[in-house]
């Protein structure tokens, strides 16, 4: 994919460079995440950061579907997902995630992984489309992550272990993989995402990862591959998915479910106007009486 950063190919804005955080409208970004003042530059704060994030801003593809591609430019992810008060996938909310950090004075730089959800075996290698974040804590290593779209996963120190389970319950644990470097591996019952009722006390693979530096050439790929390949996930299906204080609630294709860890809900989406309703109300995503037509016949409709 030659060209320079910012040129337009097939609707999908290529990856500007990495850009100093001094331009970052840190208040601007905690007030969307809800929290009324920056957190403190600690795990602690981290953990804070990261749940607000992901209480607030929801997991989305709409503009796929809607033929706009996704642009990584830093000024273009800060007005959609902060200004427009939109949300994104991983190569967007993770880059959201690291200017964030750089403004709270946080050492961090992205990493790349293969999602290994819902596949078996390790023959067919998925390739390096989930963008994750890796900070320096007090000398330590650790990976938060806002963008993978499942249930809330707590900043992990980059050691082999298990995490203290989360409030609906899930577990997250780290595991070296003698092939693919790092796996973050997930156990806890399906009301906490998108999985199937037998997943409950099952550990399943999320992605893998290596540390190994990453280029904005490599994110561009990545985010080029995942928006533009016919039969991807996030080019064949509409999804939108958003965490809540005990529970999860997923939008994929004309079905929508909420479930936390007493009730489930599931429904089906029948018209333009109910899907455009479900994204205002349960997602906080408005959008105009065309753009609903056109997602709901994506959908499916």
């Given at each position: 994919?030659?060209?320079?950063?910012?040129?337009?190919?097939?609707?999908?804005?290529?990856?500007?460079?990495?850009?100093?955080?001094?331009?970052?409208?840190l208040?601007?970004?905690?007030d969307?995440?809800?929290?009324d003042?920056?957190?403190?530059?600690?795990?602690?704060?981290?953990?804070?950061?990261v749940?607000?994030?992901?209480?607030?801003?929801?997991?989305?593809?709409?503009?796929?579907?809607?033929g706009?591609?996704?642009?990584?430019?830093?000024d273009a992810?800060?007005d959609?997902?902060?200004?427009?008060?939109?949300g994104?996938?991983?190569?967007?909310?993770?880059?959201?995630?690291?200017?964030?950090?750089?403004?709270?004075?946080?050492?961090?730089?992205?990493?790349?992984g293969?999602?290994w959800?819902?596949?078996?075996?390790?023959?067919?290698?998925?390739?390096l489309t989930?963008?994750?974040?890796?900070?320096?804590?007090?000398?330590?290593?650790?990976?938060?992550d806002?963008?993978?779209?499942?249930?809330?996963?707590?900043?992990?120190?980059?050691v082999?272990?298990?995490?203290e389970?989360?409030p609906d319950?899930?577990r997250?644990r780290l595991?070296?993989?003698?092939?693919?470097?790092?796996?973050?591996e997930?156990?806890g019952p399906?009301?906490?995402?998108?999985?199937p009722?037998?997943?409950?006390?099952?550990w399943?693979?999320?992605?893998?990862?290596?540390?190994?530096?990453?280029?904005?050439?490599?994110?561009?790929?990545?985010?080029?591959?995942?928006?533009?390949?016919?039969?991807?996930l996030?080019?064949?299906?509409?999804?939108v998915?958003?965490?809540?204080?005990?529970?999860?609630?997923?939008?994929?294709?004309?079905?929508?479910r909420?479930?936390?860890?007493?009730?489930?809900h599931?429904?089906?989406?029948?018209?333009a106007?109910?899907?455009?309703?479900?994204?205002?109300?349960?997602?906080?995503i408005?959008?105009?009486?065309?753009?609903?037509?056109r997602?709901?016949?994506?959908?499916?409709?």
């Open positions: 994919m030659p060209g320079n950063a910012g040129e337009v190919m097939s609707g999908v804005t290529k990856t500007a460079p990495m850009v100093d955080p001094a331009g970052f409208d208040s601007a970004y905690l969307r995440i809800g929290l003042a920056p957190p403190p530059a600690s795990v602690e704060g981290l953990a804070r950061l749940r607000a994030h992901r209480l607030s801003i929801p997991f989305e593809n709409l503009d796929i579907p809607l706009r591609g996704i642009s990584l430019d830093p992810v800060f959609k997902l902060v200004q427009r008060r939109r994104g996938y991983c190569f967007e909310q993770n880059a959201l995630l690291d200017r964030a950090v750089a403004a709270l004075g946080i050492e961090g730089r992205p990493l790349l293969r999602v959800f819902r596949l078996e075996g390790d023959e067919d290698v998925p390739p989930h963008q994750l974040e890796l900070v320096t804590i007090d000398g330590d290593q650790w990976i938060i806002v963008g993978f779209g499942g249930s809330l996963s707590p900043p992990m120190r980059l082999e272990g298990e995490s389970p989360e319950g899930t997250f595991r070296q993989h003698d092939r693919f470097g790092w796996m973050l997930r156990r399906p009301t906490s995402m998108d999985a009722d037998e997943a409950d006390a099952v399943q693979r999320q992605y893998s990862f290596t540390t190994d530096p990453v280029h904005p050439a490599d994110m561009e790929l990545g985010n080029h591959w995942t928006s533009m390949r016919p039969g991807t996030f080019t064949s299906t509409l999804i998915s958003r965490i809540t204080d005990n529970g999860f609630t997923v939008l994929m294709g004309n079905s929508i909420s479930r936390d860890p007493s009730n489930a599931e429904g089906v989406i029948e018209s106007t109910a899907l455009r309703d479900a994204l205002s109300t349960r997602f906080g408005s959008l105009d009486e065309t753009e609903a037509r997602l709901f016949q994506f959908a499916g409709g």
